[in-house]
C-alpha cells in the first residue's frame, strides 16, 4: 500500500491558484492531500489600510487580496476526486519563508506554484516570491506555466554527472511514474578556446579532446540508465541553458525537470546561472529539485 503524499499548492490569488491547483491535481494520487496555502504580508495590508496606497487601489481589487472566500470555493470545486483530501491553510508572514516552512513541517512531496500567463512570468524577477520559494524550498518546486490539460506524458531531466543526477531522476518517477521519460546531458570542453589556441590545425587536437569528453560522458549517461531502465538518453554539446532549451522546444515534453544547485547567496541571484535562464526562457512547465 503505497504512502500517501501532500502537495502544498501557492495559492496567491484566484487564476494563478487555480492553475497550480489543477496542476497538483494531475500530480495527485487517490489519497493524496493537497493543501491550497494562502500567505498575506500583514505589514503589507496594514500599510494600505493606514495609507493613501489604498485609495490609489481599485476597490474591488483590494476586496479581492482582504478576502479569502475564493479559497474556499476552489476547495470545494465540483469535479474535484473525492479520493483526494482538500485542504487550505492561511498564514502570516514573508511567502516565500513561510510556505517554504510549512511544506517543510508537513513533508510535502512538491510546492506548485502558477507562472502561466505572460504577465505573471515577469514576476520570475530576482527578489520574486516565485524564486524565493524555488531557492528556498526543502522540496522539488513544479512552476506550471500554462493551464493543465493532462497528465506529464513526457518529461526532459537535464542532469549533471554529480549527486543532483540521482536526486532529479528519483523525483521525476516519485511524482510522475508514468512519464516518458529523457535523460539529458549537455557537456564542454573545459578551456575549450585555449585548446583550439594551441591546436595547430594538423594536429586535430580539439577533435580527440571532444571525442573524450563526449566518451566520457556518454559512459556516465549509461550509469544513469540503472536508475531508470525505460528512460531514453540525449547527449549533447554546448552551452547548457541554450541547448536545454532547444531539447525541450524540438521535443516538446510537458515538463523539463532541472536541479537547484545550492550555491552562495551571490550566485544564486546572478541572471546567468542555468536555473534562471530556463525560468525566462524554457516554454514547458518546470519543476526544480533541490
Known amino acids: 500500500m503505497s504512502v500517501a503524499?501532500?502537495?502544498?499548492?501557492?495559492?496567491?490569488?484566484?487564476?494563478?491558484?487555480?492553475?497550480?491547483f489543477e496542476r497538483a491535481r494531475f500530480l495527485a494520487h487517490p489519497g493524496d492531500r493537497i493543501v491550497l496555502v494562502h500567505v498575506e504580508r500583514s505589514g503589507f495590508l496594514q500599510l494600505l489600510g493606514e495609507g493613501e496606497l489604498r485609495h490609489a487601489i481599485p476597490v474591488e481589487r483590494f476586496a479581492n487580496w482582504t478576502s479569502?472566500?475564493?479559497?474556499?470555493?476552489?476547495?470545494?470545486?465540483?469535479?474535484i476526486d473525492p479520493s483526494l483530501k482538500i485542504e487550505t491553510v492561511l498564514l502570516t508572514g514573508e511567502p516565500a519563508e513561510v510556505i517554504g516552512a510549512y511544506a517543510r513541517d508537513?513533508?510535502?512531496?512538491?510546492?506548485?506554484?502558477a507562472a502561466h500567463r505572460k504577465g505573471e512570468l515577469r514576476e520570475l524577477l530576482i527578489g520574486s516570491t516565485t524564486l524565493k520559494?524555488?531557492?528556498r524550498a526543502p522540496c522539488p518546486v513544479v512552476v506550471t506555466r500554462r493551464g493543465p490539460v493532462h497528465a506529464y506524458r513526457k518529461s526532459v531531466a537535464a542532469v549533471d554527472f554529480d549527486?543532483?543526477?540521482?536526486?532529479?531522476?528519483?523525483?521525476?518517477l516519485n511524482l510522475m511514474p508514468e512519464t516518458e521519460l529523457t535523460v539529458l546531458h549537455v557537456y564542454r570542453i573545459p578551456n575549450e578556446?585555449?585548446?583550439?589556441?594551441?591546436?595547430?590545425?594538423e594536429t586535430g587536437l580539439i577533435e580527440r579532446i571532444g571525442q573524450h569528453f563526449r566518451?566520457?560522458?556518454?559512459?556516465?549517461?549509461?550509469?544513469?540508465?540503472?536508475?531508470?531502465?525505460?528512460?531514453?538518453?540525449?547527449?549533447?554539446?554546448?552551452?547548457?541553458?541554450?541547448?536545454?532549451?532547444?531539447?525541450?522546444?524540438?521535443?516538446?515534453?510537458?515538463?523539463?525537470?532541472?536541479?537547484?544547485?545550492?550555491?552562495?547567496?551571490?550566485?544564486?541571484?546572478?541572471?546567468?546561472?542555468?536555473?534562471?535562464?530556463l525560468l525566462y526562457n524554457c516554454p514547458s512547465d518546470l519543476m526544480l529539485v533541490p
Open 68 to 79: 479569502t472566500s475564493w479559497l474556499d470555493e476552489l476547495a470545494r470545486a465540483t469535479d
Open 106 to 113: 508537513i513533508g510535502a512531496a512538491a510546492i506548485i506554484v
Open 133 to 135: 520559494i524555488l531557492r
Open 163 to 172: 549527486p543532483s543526477a540521482e536526486r532529479v531522476i528519483a523525483a521525476t
Open 215 to 277: 566518451t566520457e560522458a556518454e559512459r556516465e549517461l549509461t550509469k544513469l540508465r540503472t536508475l531508470a531502465p525505460q528512460a531514453k538518453t540525449s547527449l549533447q554539446y554546448g552551452f547548457a541553458g541554450t541547448e536545454i532549451v532547444n531539447v525541450v522546444q524540438h521535443e516538446k515534453p510537458d515538463v523539463l525537470v532541472v536541479s537547484q544547485h545550492r550555491g552562495s547567496f551571490r550566485h544564486e541571484r546572478l541572471i546567468g546561472s542555468t536555473s534562471q535562464f
Open 5 to 20: 503524499r501532500s502537495f502544498v499548492v501557492a495559492a496567491r490569488e484566484p487564476v494563478s491558484a487555480r492553475s497550480a
Open 193 to 201: 578556446i585555449q585548446w583550439r589556441m594551441d591546436d595547430s590545425g
